[in-house]
């Protein structure tokens, strides 16, 4: 941010410190509104651009369609890795289980038949693979295709080395799984542990799958079977045929709905559920089963974390969540700050240092259902190429933070604090997240949102933190929060609190655009009230001088936004009603004058170039301004600055080509732009413009054929 985009927030006294005793924060200029919208567009993620359906407020969803899983019961479930309990004991698989698993098991597009062949002779395989793949179910069909019955499940809470002796008493004959084997540092899966389990399987004539995810701790000569599952297209294909008739499974599979829940990365499960789902033809229920797959992911992932590193990666998500598509270090950077946070609110008194390593970040992003990419971001330095991580399918990122809200109230203190500490972080990027996930939680749970956090940011001594509830609000009402306008016109016609009054101020900017002239009336009324106020008293207090500084800000927003037509309409009245009124549309006019479009031209000669009555509005202003007393110096000097950058700018030239002769609308109008067109000057020392005599020329040729 640099010092020209700058401006004084009210409400911060020379000399006062901050909560946290930051004197400098406390005092450090407000960034310009131009720039506050810049950052807003540049930063606020693409999630908040969907359709926000589904989202409930204040509440969570928790409706169970078809065969999902809700806690730990499953009911009807196949390709139930992490559905069945974990934690489950040794025993024996019911025959029915493994026949039902074998009627909805597809192979197509895998190694299964490899995977067969190599369970044959080895007697013993390992499993490995991504979570929610279908391993376990895998696992259960190469033993069932073996005739390895019956089989026995065992318990997953052995060491690698105890396996070949807990199996010393195993039936003959039979077929032995044992899921998610715990490896680790301190318990590695070495060969000579396989070479004594296939050993025991011949003396056995059985057969074991040990399935698990990809570890470090294996020993390098240990031969792993990896399991790829099929596509989910492919599954789908197979088993809606099993579950209807076949013309029926060509109308329900050619659905839009069936093409959109494809386009997402999904679980093997979930393609088994869906399956169902389409069997039953209830249109309802096939619309909503994504978004609802979603809510169910969302919910498992935010059961209760039972060790340190649970609570560590589900601080990972709700970071992702707020930094979906930003980069991979600072998400892991501020996920630990939450996850410290969490820990504190949960009376984890002790406060262990976090550890410096330990993360994987494939792993984290796997379990997260995310990925990692490169992207170019734009800073202040210039562009720079980023790694960063995002969800597979970008609706999960509002889920997971209404989850949060409102599905785990414990966790909202820790979650305010964190915010509240993004709200006054140095990075822009980071600020106007912390905005988009407040408007999120606002959205689900506006009266809470408000009171715990945005009321509280916008009466807050830092600059940076009033401008994070600007926008906030800002972005709340882009998603679609209820009552937005209502509030922010309410704050910027507080008169007794200048701190909330400047941020609904600032507000009404960058919301305005959507109802115009509402908004200038509001901002209207507020500059009634400081000339008031100013009437009444000899000096103004430092707050609602800044509110009086900020309100033509917001007017010139307007009018360079793509209301600027209504806008200008709207305006153009004030030029005739109250002197504070009139002072207001005159500083505004010329506050948008003073700004450069990307393109060299001003937007506001863009705006005049829209329309003949956009064109005669803008003239009408101007000659008002260049007639006004108090503001006629600026008026002169801002159309000095159009007429030196005409000689630059060919877009410029041809605007003011048409607006001049529009402002010279009689004798004394044409003797003043002459005036200043034949004394304008280059600056520092270059010549004088060649525009300004192309003007002159115009103005007086306008004048001869009025």
Wanted: aromatic share 4%.
């Amino acid at each position: 941010m640099s010092e020209q985009e700058q401006r004084k927030v009210p409400g911060a006294p020379e000399g006062a410190h901050t909560e946290g005793g930051d004197q400098a924060e406390a005092e450090l200029p407000a960034q310009e509104p131009w720039a506050a919208r810049r950052d807003l567009d540049a930063h606020a993620p693409s999630s908040m651009g969907l359709a926000f359906h589904g989202i409930n407020h204040g509440v969570t969803a928790r409706r169970v369609i078809g065969d999902i899983i809700t806690g730990g019961k499953v009911e009807n479930h196949h390709y139930n890795f992490g559905g069945l309990d974990s934690g489950q004991v040794s025993g024996e698989i019911p025959a029915a289980v493994l026949e039902k698993l074998a009627e909805d098991f597809v192979a197509h597009g895998t190694s299964f038949g490899e995977l067969l062949e190599r369970l044959r002779e080895e007697r013993v395989i390992v499993l490995t693979g991504a979570p929610f793949t279908g391993r376990r179910t895998a696992a259960l069909m190469l033993l069932h295709h073996l005739g390895a019955t019956p089989v026995h499940a065992l318990d997953r809470d052995v060491r690698p080395g105890e396996l070949s002796r807990r199996l010393a008493s195993a039936e003959r004959d039979a077929g032995h799984v044992l899921c998610d084997l715990d490896i680790s540092r301190r318990h590695p899966l070495r060969e000579a542990h396989l070479l004594a389990l296939r050993g025991r399987m011949r003396e056995l004539n059985g057969y074991l799958v040990i399935t698990t995810s990809r570890s470090p701790y294996v020993e390098d000569t240990v031969g792993l079977a990896a399991w790829e599952p099929p596509e989910p297209a492919a599954v789908l294909a197979e088993l809606l045929p099993r579950r209807t008739d076949p013309a029926e499974a060509l109308r329900l599979l050619a659905l839009p709905a069936v093409a959109e829940f494809l386009s997402h990365p999904l679980q093997i499960r979930e393609v088994v559920q869906y399956a169902d789902v389409l069997a039953r033809a209830d249109e309802e229920e096939i619309d909503q089963y994504s978004q609802n797959t979603l809510e169910q992911q969302v919910q498992e992932w935010f059961e209760e974390a039972e060790t340190p590193v649970q609570l560590r990666e589900r601080a990972f998500l709700i970071a992702l969540a707020a930094f979906d598509k930003g980069p991979y270090a600072l998400i892991a950077e501020l996920s630990d700050a939450l996850y410290a946070e969490l820990r504190r609110s949960g009376g984890d008194t002790e406060q262990e240092p976090i550890p410096v390593f330990g993360t994987h970040i494939g792993k984290r992003l796997q379990n997260a259902r995310a990925r990692r990419s490169t992207a170019e971001e734009m800073t202040e330095w210039g562009p720079v190429t980023q790694v960063t991580a995002h969800f597979h399918d970008e609706r999960v990122a509002p889920i997971v933070l209404r989850e949060v809200w409102t599905g785990h109230p414990a966790a909202r203190p820790a979650l305010i604090t964190w915010l509240n500490k993004l709200s006054t972080d140095g990075r822009p990027f980071v600020r106007t997240r912390a905005a988009a996930t407040v408007a999120v939680l606002a959205y689900t749970d506006l009266p809470s949102s408000m009171a715990l956090i945005v009321e509280r940011w916008a009466g807050a001594r830092e600059a940076r933190r009033q401008l994070t509830a600007v926008s906030a609000l800002t972005l709340a009402h882009r998603i679609g929060a209820p009552n937005i306008p209502r509030i922010v016109d309410a704050w910027s016609l507080d008169g007794q609190t200048p701190k909330r009054c400047w941020v609904g101020v600032r507000a009404l900017g960058l919301i305005g655009p959507e109802r115009p002239a509402e908004t200038l009336a509001v901002l209207q009324a507020q500059a009634r009230q400081q000339h008031d106020k100013k009437r009444e008293r000899s000096t103004a207090g430092a707050g609602d001088q800044q509110i009086a500084e900020e309100l033509p800000q917001s007017v010139a927003l307007l009018l360079i936004s793509p209301a600027g037509e209504p806008a200008l309409g709207a305006l153009l009245p004030f030029l005739d009603g109250h002197h504070s009124a009139r002072a207001l549309a005159l500083d505004g006019f010329l506050t948008a004058g003073e700004r450069t479009g990307p393109t060299g031209r001003p937007p506001l000669l863009d705006l005049a170039l829209r329309s003949p009555s956009t064109l005669a509005g803008c003239a009408q202003l101007l000659r008002a301004a260049l007639n006004d007393r108090t503001a006629n110096e600026r008026a002169e000097d801002l159309l000095r600055n159009w007429v030196r950058s005409a000689d630059d700018s060919p877009g410029t030239a041809r605007a003011l080509e048409e607006l001049l002769p529009e402002v010279a609308a009689g004798p004394r109008d044409a003797a003043r732009l002459q005036h200043l067109l034949d004394t304008v000057q280059g600056l520092d020392g270059r010549p004088r413009p060649a525009a300004a005599d192309r003007m002159r020329a115009l103005v007086t040729r306008s004048l001869t054929h009025a």
